[in-house]
């Protein structure tokens, strides 16, 4: 079966105004954003000014835009509701997606000529629950990532005359669609609202109570590390016991490794999926152009050559960007051992984003760094048109607004360099100016230590076993290595910023966080933000603050 007549739309996040130009620069065909408060990502950059001037730019290249309006709203969400409804009448997006049902009929009542997508958080897994949605007035139905090949394939078949969409690539949940309260249960930070604290990509380790109550760590080494065995017993399968895979370090035992459905994409192409969703508004500019650049090109050449369509060179490109290694989840029906990562919830890559392009003068590239330059690296300039990367090999850089010269640059105190066309000699000047204008992305290789190489292979080799490529005992054989690599990593680290609610407040005001909205100690940062325009953060000498 194939369905041409239905071509796919990549449909990329914005979690910012300079997200969103690289992604539609990079060959989106539609992005998808919204303000902090009510689009399930406190962390967005994105302000109601900045909305404007995105759905501007998008439509001045002919992509669309979807806002988000997802959470699922308490009380105190309910008064927002007019203001940003009316925002959004005047902008006119190409769709607003909404999950509540209660929000649904808000927008009905008050904006009825907006259309309405119905967001993944509705765990919309069924041809019944798209036709329910299609009924009330929905013109698009994002499916949840559950949904497997063959029920996609059903639900296209019966619902014809709706839009479908589905998450091909990005971050996995480890609970349904997003529907977790272990953000909420450990941090006070709630997910449904777009405050989740990523709870599952936490280390974990088992502690043992003596009979006396008190807790001790049952630290493993080589003289006891045979003589335990980890399980968990689900109280009505008694004797049912299932294995926990952890040692001295801890578990990652929520972890999902990250969707791609890249391998198998041609399915969802043939079935005329209407459009194709990557997840990352809080991921960087760099993955926001490389994973556009990817489906891109890949949707492109399967459209113009179906029967000689491969996965295999972007994969290679999606290789680029950093990785928790990749998954295709739910495609098959049911998760794999391989669609988690027990080791480690690091995003990795031999590859780094090593600037933009900031401006092009007649004679020299201006970038704007983003990770330490030294003398010998080779940088790649990728194109947002076209396939043809070049290459350069730095030996010195230019302070572009001392004109200084040097041999390393420190992205810190965002740096820009000159780089002179007369360095490119064998392209020409006036191709150069052409083919890589300003937010042109540049990746140079990194240098990994040996756990993160190891890392590298062991994921590899998963996503080729759920392929029915790779070889199991080669996979416990890497996982070895990396278990053997890890053993000399450094341990002591620690996170700039709290991680779970009860280390504190960090000021932004998120909306799911429960210390912000009914500690006493916040009331008057709730008072201040409440006068503040929507999606605007508390700020004191460039600092957020909750309370002075």
């Not at 927002?80 to 009316?86: G, I, R, T």
Request: proline share 4%.
């Amino acid at each position: 079966m194939s369905d041409q007549s239905r071509r796919s739309e990549l449909l990329m996040p914005a979690g910012s105004l300079e997200k969103l130009k690289i992604a539609v620069l990079y060959g989106a065909d539609a992005v998808y954003m919204g303000t902090p408060d009510l689009s399930l990502r406190v962390k967005s950059q994105m302000t109601l000014d900045d909305v404007v001037e995105g759905i501007g730019f998008a439509h001045a290249h002919g992509v669309r835009v979807y806002l988000t309006l997802n959470l699922f709203s308490h009380n105190k969400d309910i008064a927002k509701l007019p203001e940003y409804v009316d925002t959004v009448r005047k902008v006119m997006p190409d769709g607003l997606i909404v999950a509540d049902p209660g929000v649904f009929m808000f927008v009905r009542e008050h904006a009825p000529e907006l259309d309405l997508h119905v967001s993944t958080q509705a765990n919309v897994c069924s041809w019944q629950s798209v036709k329910f949605w299609q009924q009330i007035g929905a013109k698009l139905v994002v499916l949840g990532r559950e949904v497997s090949y063959e029920e996609l394939t059903e639900i296209r078949e019966k619902c014809q005359d709706i839009k479908l969409e589905a998450f091909v690539h990005g971050s996995m949940c480890m609970t349904y669609s997003g529907r977790c309260l272990l953000s909420n249960f450990m941090a006070e930070r709630g997910a449904n609202q777009g405050a989740c604290a990523n709870s599952c990509r936490w280390k974990y380790k088992v502690h043992m109570k003596l009979k006396d109550g008190t807790v001790k760590e049952l630290k493993l080494s080589e003289e006891n590390m045979e003589m335990f065995d980890f399980f968990l017993e689900e109280e009505m399968r008694p004797g049912e016991l299932m294995e926990i895979q952890e040692d001295e370090r801890g578990s990652y035992i929520l972890n999902s490794r990250d969707l791609c459905i890249m391998p198998k994409l041609e399915d969802y192409l043939k079935i005329g999926v209407d459009s194709l969703k990557v997840e990352g508004r809080g991921k960087s500019p760099y993955y926001a152009g490389l994973v556009a650049r990817a489906y891109r090109m890949a949707i492109d050449d399967w459209y113009d050559d179906p029967e000689n369509w491969s996965p295999e060179p972007y994969m290679k490109e999606l290789a680029t960007i950093p990785n928790r290694g990749y998954t295709l989840a739910f495609h098959e029906g049911r998760l794999t051992n391989y669609a988690h990562g027990y080791d480690n919830a690091s995003n990795v890559s031999d590859w780094e984003f090593a600037g933009l392009i900031d401006s092009v003068e007649d004679d020299a590239f201006v970038i704007s760094v983003k990770n330490r330059l030294l003398a010998g690296d080779v940088l790649e300039i990728v194109p947002p048109k076209g396939r043809k990367t070049i290459f350069i090999r730095m030996y010195e850089f230019i302070d572009a607004k001392t004109g200084k010269v040097g041999e390393a640059v420190h992205a810190g105190a965002k740096p820009t360099v000159r780089i002179p066309f007369s360095l490119f000699e064998l392209e020409d000047p006036d191709y150069l100016r052409t083919a890589f204008p300003p937010l042109t992305i540049i990746r140079k290789e990194k240098a990994l230590t040996p756990d993160e190489w190891q890392r590298m292979k062991l994921d590899q080799e998963g996503h080729k076993i759920e392929m029915g490529k790779g070889n199991p005992e080669r996979y416990d054989a890497k996982r070895d290595a990396l278990q053997t690599a890890l053993d000399d990593r450094e341990k002591d680290r620690t996170f700039r910023t709290p991680r779970v609610g009860t280390q504190g407040c960090c000021g932004r005001g998120c909306n799911g966080c429960l210390i912000f909205w009914h500690d006493p100690q916040y009331a008057k940062a709730r008072e201040i933000l409440g006068k503040r325009k929507q999606g605007e953060m508390l700020e004191h000498d460039g600092k957020t603050v909750a309370a002075e």
